[in-house]
């Protein structure tokens, strides 16, 4: 039993979460459940209700009130089990603090006087209390201004990373929930926190950033609630009464590192054994409005992975160059011992050139850690507010030789559970997919960022919308992403424009003031559908169907009656490899031709998503725009030979992939499709805009073959060409690395940006061939279209009905294909060679008399 998309029931900010559970092993399908419900005590019972639903089944009863801790169970009938299943374990949710008066806590932090504009010592704040009876149940509620860990008695309070997260502040603000009964102490007590930058008041945006976003001050906001054992309460909220004092971290800030002096630090700081020495003293109090404090949508930022260095190389000057084998997004641990006041300087690269730190790409992100040691005995070390993105590091002033088990790379990100895995018998293709998974990861922290490295790291709207197929198959990323587009709807203009990236932040001149631009602004259509598509919510489209709405109604209004978006800035097929490097947006393709079909494209799924919703009258409308946009379409920018009016493979993969196109007019347009491709020799010639659509476009339109030769091209631009460069993420720009091993001269230089790996979706359905055809994978279409020379391919995806796998190898027979349907779900094999084949749960394994050598 799980409830919404969190990972686990504590601290919901759902009064009435919903359920949802997976069937036992060979269940085969679901007749009826029942729910039990144990509120203290108060057991409440569904009783038989019939139906197959399973996945975010509404509430029974009363909704929670706050901190209201209840547990729940399921049992099943199924086919054939002649009674109901055995219950399932109870699983426990609890609210939190779902009124505004539940909260007595405001924001406090330094009491002293602080320069806005300047760097700012960072301030640690703390309070004693006493327990004089033995605790039932504790629980944390905690947030911050700018950043915070928490300790009580001298232990870490959860392990999170840079929370909060960055959402809409001034909007919403979120909180977490913690359980620390096992925190505390009959007697004295102390909780305090640490207090950092982030993203409200740290240096963040481009052109050096902007200061004090959101506010000057940094501030906890947390209330701790103690329940004893008699029944009775104690609240102890940030107020008046707490004291704060600097801290041992002397600067912090995303991009430009952290100084850590450990000279400063008293580790009992936050115990009631401390000494009394230090400069605390009564902290500044502010003002919160706590209507604007919500609980998480999903997990939280955590440290997944650790990394060791594969080698470590001291150069002639003493420094030590570290290289970790991967580029990832994290922070060092090290352990050092040395004389006090040594200062062991941390500075991060992607990439190297002429064998020193490559650090033009990351423009004003210094990414650089120092730490200034005590001389009290060796010391373990890791920055607390910031993150880099580096495969490399060159490390200054450590004492004596350093050897690979005295540091460690900690890889962070949001801590969504993998749901998709794909291999195949070709290792670029493998590594290409490796390093697709890697870019996620390292661009999912707490939102779909850019790039994780340089001064910019924004929730650029059109990467997410190219990439959220790809996303939703690897991770479950729906609370993740149900939290980040609520924000697109806190940021869209009150005329509908979608900003360019959420949060917004002050922009250079391009991006300010913002202005509608398509396949970026689509992310309000396009995204929410997919996350239906992929995890079958239906209350999610519809939170996100007024922006979806505004957005769509605003191109009709741009459009006009001619229904062609024709004028105002747009992108275009943004980093199309034909763009000169400093002027991303000058490709091949018209981009009012982009514009207008992704107008239609999104006026269809508005439709597409008012039909699920029940609303017909929506629905007749927009699909009846769509049908008017793409007839205008058609007239403007196809010729009357067939051929496009860009005559380029992003205007014809669009034309294809969004059916914009006549059947004969496709026709065309799918073999001067394929026909450019292999005109440029199988080279990429697409955007952030053709790329993620070429390889389907070649593929419903019968060149299944072409867009395999597009797939195993290693010759620059192609996916495959950053693989023999040995690329371990995807690139910003088909040659970030040219070549010639220099970089490429362009301002906008990434070597982590997931948007071109969203060819990935494609591996996952044609070539791994495993396909959602309903909601939440409740129909599963296995689909495999082998070729290209790969002879096998293993395809797998945990679904929120369970797992469903795809493993096809080719033999001397034909192809054998071993399929896993989910339990609840249906499958439909159809593999070449053989007429489809309807499928029920459990595993099965189907033979094709497809020749061998029968290869796209």
């Not at 200061?211 to 004893?228: F, H, K, M, P």
Request: hydrophobic share 35%; glycine share 10%.
């Amino acid at each position: 039993m799980s409830f919404e998309h969190l990972p686990d029931g504590l601290g919901t900010g759902v009064a009435a979460p919903r359920l949802t559970w997976t069937l036992p092993p060979g269940a085969g399908r679901q007749q009826a459940y029942e729910l039990e419900v144990d509120r203290s005590g108060t057991l409440h019972r569904t009783g038989r209700v019939a139906g197959a639903d399973q996945v975010l089944v509404p509430w029974p009863g009363e909704p929670l009130a706050s901190r209201e801790r209840a547990t729940v169970r399921v049992r099943v009938w199924t086919p054939g089990a002649g009674g109901p299943s055995a219950w399932s374990e109870p699983s426990a949710v609890e609210a939190g603090l779902l009124a505004p008066t539940d909260w007595q806590a405001v924001p406090v932090g330094a009491g002293w006087d602080e320069d806005p504009e300047a760097e700012r010592r960072p301030a640690r704040v703390r309070r004693d209390f006493l327990l004089d009876r033995p605790v039932a149940r504790a629980r944390l509620y905690v947030t911050a201004h700018g950043l915070y860990e928490v300790e009580i008695n001298g232990r870490r309070v959860g392990d999170e990373a840079l929370a909060p997260g960055w959402t809409v502040y001034p909007r919403r603000l979120r909180y977490r929930t913690h359980d620390v009964t096992g925190h505390l102490t009959t007697g004295a007590n102390t909780i305090g926190a640490w207090l950092g930058d982030g993203w409200y008041r740290g240096r963040y945006g481009f052109d050096g950033g902007t200061r004090n976003i959101y506010g000057t001050d940094q501030s906890l906001i947390a209330q701790l609630e103690v329940t004893y054992d008699d029944g009775t309460t104690l609240v102890v909220a940030t107020d008046g009464t707490w004291s704060a004092a600097p801290g041992p971290i002397l600067t912090s800030g995303l991009y430009e590192g952290e100084t850590f002096d450990a000279r400063l630090h008293d580790p009992d700081w936050c115990t009631p054994s401390r000494s009394a020495s230090g400069a605390w003293t009564t902290v500044r109090t502010g003002h919160r409005d706590p209507g604007t404090l919500v609980a998480p949508h999903g997990p939280a930022v955590r440290c997944t992975q650790e990394v060791a260095p594969v080698s470590v190389t001291r150069t002639e000057d003493g420094r030590h160059l570290l290289d970790f084998g991967q580029n990832l997004v994290g922070r060092l641990r090290v352990t050092v011992d040395g004389p006090a006041g040594r200062a062991v300087t941390l500075r991060h690269a992607e990439v190297l050139e002429d064998g020193e730190l490559a650090t033009r790409p990351l423009r004003e992100a210094y990414a650089t850690d120092t730490l200034i040691l005590s001389g009290r005995g060796p010391l373990t070390w890791e920055p607390r507010f910031t993150l880099h993105g580096f495969r490399y590091t060159e490390v200054t002033g450590w004492p004596g030789e350093l050897t690979a088990d005295r540091v460690s790379a900690r890889v962070y990100h949001t801590d969504m559970r993998r749901t998709g895995w794909f291999e195949c018998s070709d290792p670029l293709v493998n590594r290409l997919h490796e390093n697709v998974v890697w870019s996620m990861r390292g661009n999912f922290v707490d939102l779909p960022t850019d790039c994780p490295q340089r001064d910019e790291r924004l929730g650029w709207t059109g990467d997410i919308q190219v990439f959220a197929p790809t996303a939703s198959f690897l991770y479950d990323c729906a609370g993740m992403l149900d939290s980040w587009l609520t924000d697109v709807g806190l940021e869209q203009l009150p005329d509908g424009t979608v900003p360019w990236y959420v949060p917004v932040i002050p922009g250079g001149p391009m991006w300010t003031p913002i202005q509608p631009g398509a396949a970026w602004g689509d992310v309000a259509t396009l995204t929410p559908w997919t996350l239906y598509q992929r995890f079958g919510d239906l209350d999610l489209l519809r939170r996100h169907y007024p922006t979806a709405r505004a957005w769509v109604d605003l191109m009709e209004r741009l459009a006009g009656p001619g229904r062609l978006w024709d004028t105002g800035f747009q992108l275009g097929d943004w980093l199309d490899p034909a763009a000169p490097p400093d002027d991303p947006a000058a490709g091949r393709t018209d981009r009012y031709l982009v514009a207008t079909a992704y107008f239609a494209h999104s006026a269809r799924h508005l439709a597409l998503t008012a039909a699920e919703l029940g609303d017909r009258a929506d629905a007749e409308r927009y699909t009846a725009l769509a049908d008017e946009v793409a007839d205008a379409f058609r007239r403007r920018y196809v010729l009357p030979g067939g051929r496009m009016t860009s005559d380029s493979p992003t205007a014809y993969a669009l034309g294809v992939a969004f059916g914009l196109l006549t059947p004969q007019q496709r026709r065309i347009a799918g073999d001067r499709l394929a026909e450019l491709v292999l005109a440029d020799e199988a080279r990429i010639a697409t955007g952030f805009v053709g790329t993620p659509l070429i390889c389907d476009a070649l593929t419903d339109t019968g060149h299944l073959d072409v867009a395999y030769r597009l797939l195993l091209q290693t010759q620059c631009p192609s996916w495959l060409y950053p693989v023999t460069m040995g690329a371990t993420t995807v690139w910003e720009r088909w040659d970030s690395l040219r070549p010639d091993g220099s970089l490429n001269p362009g301002g906008m230089t990434s070597f982590n940006h997931y948007a071109l790996g969203a060819v990935a979706d494609w591996l996952h359905r044609v070539v791994g061939g495993v396909t959602a055809t309903a909601p939440g994978y409740r129909e599963i279409a296995f689909r495999p279209r082998p070729g290209g020379g790969i002879t096998w391919a293993r395809t797998r995806h945990e679904t929120p009905y369970g797992t469903a796998s795809l493993s096809w190898e080719r033999t001397d027979a034909g192809l054998t294909a071993r399929i896993v349907v989910p339990e609840g779900c249906r499958g439909t094999a159809d593999l070449p060679g053989r007429a489809p084949v309807v499928l029920g749960p459990g595993e099965h394994v189907l033979d094709t008399p497809e020749p061998a050598g029968k290869a796209a």
